[in-house]
């Protein structure tokens, strides 16, 4: 009986260990036992962020910012003015003035001086200045009456010029006064004061034109004197 209760006891034993034995191999597959390994491991790359090598790795492309700039993103170009039409100025230009037509000299928009002249001997000059804004004409000679005389000073025709003499604004015409003549015997007139007188253009006198002048201390005229017609020079008005 006792030899039996071994036997059994042994038999359970053996067959215990083959069972232990049965489950310790199939665990060794791996495919359930590692499982939890790779969850775990999964779990703690997630959590920690650690960034994959692919990445961080540099690219062959470069910077957006050095790339050259696509049709979106040019900046608009100006609009190019219209070209101007034929025949249209590109340009409003500035107006110029119009040119003031001229008139006639009088005493109202010129100043007369007479002064002595050392040569020729005997004579006086007389200046004429346009002092207004327009262009003037001096036509033919001025009309020169001395005080005490009833007649006007006798004009030398010889003198007239080719063309009538035109003063702008600030210029300046000349007349030569040749006091006396070639001696005759004739005393001369002594005169203080000297009238002058514009022509028009038909070499009338102008009404209401007359300049009223001082003349240097001892003048003296006679019926022989003589006065030019307006000169653009002084030169040419002092030859006679």
Same mark, same amino acid.
């Given at each position: %009986?006792?030899?039996? @209760?071994?036997?059994?006891?042994?038999?359970?034993?053996?067959?215990?260990?083959?069972?232990?034995?049965?489950? $310790?191999?199939?665990?060794? /597959?791996?495919?359930?036992? =590692?499982?939890?390994?790779?969850?775990?491991? $999964?779990?703690?790359?997630?959590?920690?962020?650690?960034?994959? *090598?692919?990445?961080?790795?540099?690219?062959?492309?470069?910077?957006?910012?050095?790339?050259?700039?696509?049709?979106?993103?040019?900046?608009?170009?100006?609009?190019?003015?219209?070209?101007?039409?034929?025949?249209?100025?590109?340009?409003?230009?500035?107006?110029?003035?119009?040119?003031?037509?001229?008139?006639?000299?009088?005493?109202?928009?010129?100043?007369?001086?007479?002064? *002595?002249?050392? @040569?020729?001997?005997?004579?006086?000059?007389?200046?004429?200045?346009?002092?207004?804004?327009?262009?003037?004409?001096?036509?033919? $000679?001025? %009309?020169?009456? +001395?005080?005490?005389?009833?007649?006007? +000073? @006798?004009?030398?025709? /010889?003198?007239?010029?080719? #063309?009538?003499?035109?003063?702008?604004?600030?210029?300046?015409?000349?007349? #030569?006064?040749?006091?006396?003549?070639?001696?005759?015997?004739? =005393?001369?007139?002594?005169?203080?004061?000297?009238?002058?007188? +514009?022509?028009?253009?038909?070499?009338?006198?102008?009404?209401?034109?007359?300049?009223?002048?001082?003349?240097? $201390?001892?003048?003296?005229?006679?019926?022989?004197? +003589?006065?030019?017609?307006?000169?653009?020079? %002084?030169?040419?008005?002092?030859?006679?």
């Amino acid at each position: %009986m006792r030899s039996n @209760r071994i036997r059994t006891t042994v038999l359970a034993a053996t067959a215990v260990l083959a069972a232990l034995s049965l489950t $310790a191999c199939g665990g060794d /597959d791996g495919t359930d036992a =590692k499982k939890p390994a790779a969850s775990v491991q $999964a779990t703690d790359d997630a959590s920690t962020g650690t960034p994959d *090598k692919d990445s961080t790795a540099p690219t062959d492309a470069e910077p957006a910012s050095d790339q050259a700039p696509t049709d979106a993103t040019k900046p608009a170009e100006k609009p190019e003015k219209p070209a101007a039409k034929p025949g249209q100025p590109a340009g409003k230009p500035a107006s110029k003035p119009k040119p003031k037509s001229p008139v006639t000299c009088t005493g109202a928009n010129t100043k007369v001086t007479v002064t *002595k002249v050392t @040569r020729p001997i005997n004579h006086l000059l007389l200046t004429v200045t346009n002092t207004g804004d327009r262009p003037c004409y001096a036509y033919h $000679a001025p %009309m020169l009456r +001395f005080d005490g005389a009833q007649a006007v +000073f @006798r004009v030398l025709q /010889d003198s007239r010029p080719q #063309a009538v003499v035109t003063l702008d604004p600030g210029a300046s015409a000349y007349a #030569a006064i040749g006091l006396t003549g070639e001696p005759n015997g004739q =005393k001369p007139y002594p005169s203080k004061h000297l009238g002058v007188t +514009f022509a028009d253009r038909a070499d009338a006198p102008i009404n209401g034109s007359q300049a009223e002048l001082t003349l240097p $201390a001892g003048t003296y005229w006679d019926d022989n004197g +003589f006065v030019t017609y307006w000169q653009s020079e %002084m030169s040419d008005a002092l030859v006679y």
